[in-house]
C-alpha cells in the first residue's frame, strides 16, 4: 500500500533500481514496527552497521 502511495505522489519513481530500493527500506521498517522496534532506532542502527535482530537484540 505504500508503494502505491509512493508512486500517486510523485507520479512514478525515477529508475526500477530507486524502486527497488524503496521496496527494500520500507520492509525492513514496516518489519521493525511489526516486531515493536523504534523505526528511528531501527534506521539508525542499520546506517551504523549493527545488526538488529527480530527479537530487538543487538550484536
Not at 22 to 40: E, G
Request: a positive charge.
Amino acid at each position: 500500500r505504500n508503494f502505491k502511495a509512493k508512486l500517486k505522489i510523485s507520479g512514478c519513481f525515477r529508475t526500477s533500481e530507486g524502486a527497488r530500493d524503496y521496496a527494500k527500506i520500507m520492509s525492513f521498517l514496516i518489519t521493525a514496527k511489526k516486531n515493536s522496534i523504534n523505526i528511528f532506532e531501527a534506521m539508525s542502527m542499520a546506517l551504523d552497521g549493527q545488526i538488529l535482530f527480530l527479537d530487538g537484540a543487538t550484536e
